[in-house]
């Protein structure tokens, strides 16, 4: 959509602060009214764009076909979205989030909502394969990934190395998520 992909040209080239709904919609060539009317503010408008450009249109859940295949290609994902590859970063956001209490609001939601769906997923397709795997826990260990890439992208200034991603995925995650086999899960 136009008006979500002049909003995400915008932030990127201007920072979140200094764009405006007029901005967006000349950018767009789209009616304000008809912005307005679907996103009241801006921070709905930005965090609706940045929700789409993260997850696409239809967010497919990395199916490797192992638990650790699987978790590999979601921090690869996080890393990504957090560095802003393709678009605004999470990062290059926070003060925006820090400050606007409706931008941090729909972001965490966002966060929150996408990265339990696939922890859920990614851990209940684990299970039906056989795995050994703690489902309970999905969404707490999707929170730690998160967690854990937003602070070294942070203070490591980039994107965490492959080496980095893999000994998270290796160290933390999967001992946090499998079961030793004979046990309960």
Do not use: N
């Not at 932030?11 to 307005?36: C, F, N, P, Q, W």
């Not at 590999?72 to 996080?78: K, M």
């Not at 707490?140 to 980095?164: K, Y």
């Amino acid at each position: 959509m136009a008006i979500l992909d002049a909003a995400l040209e915008l932030v990127g080239e201007l920072g979140y602060e200094r764009v405006t709904m007029d901005g967006i919609a000349a950018r767009a060539h789209a009616s304000k009214t008809t912005m307005y009317r679907r996103w009241p503010t801006k921070a709905e408008l930005v965090a609706d764009a940045l929700r789409r450009h993260a997850q696409g249109d239809a967010p497919a859940v990395p199916d490797s076909g192992t638990l650790r295949g699987d978790l590999l290609a979601t921090v690869a994902e996080i890393a990504e979205t957090l560095t802003g590859d393709r678009g605004p970063s999470l990062i290059g956001l926070i003060e925006a989030i820090r400050d606007d209490a409706t931008l941090r609001e729909h972001v965490a939601s966002q966060v929150r909502e996408r990265s339990h769906q696939v922890g859920r997923e990614i851990c209940a397709r684990a299970a039906t394969r056989g795995e050994p795997v703690h489902t309970d826990r999905a969404e707490a260990v999707l929170d730690l990934a998160f967690a854990r890439l937003f602070t070294a992208t942070l203070f490591d200034g980039g994107r965490p190395s492959l080496e980095e991603q893999r000994t998270l995925v290796d160290t933390i995650l999967l001992p946090l998520l499998t079961t030793t086999p004979g046990r309960a899960a």
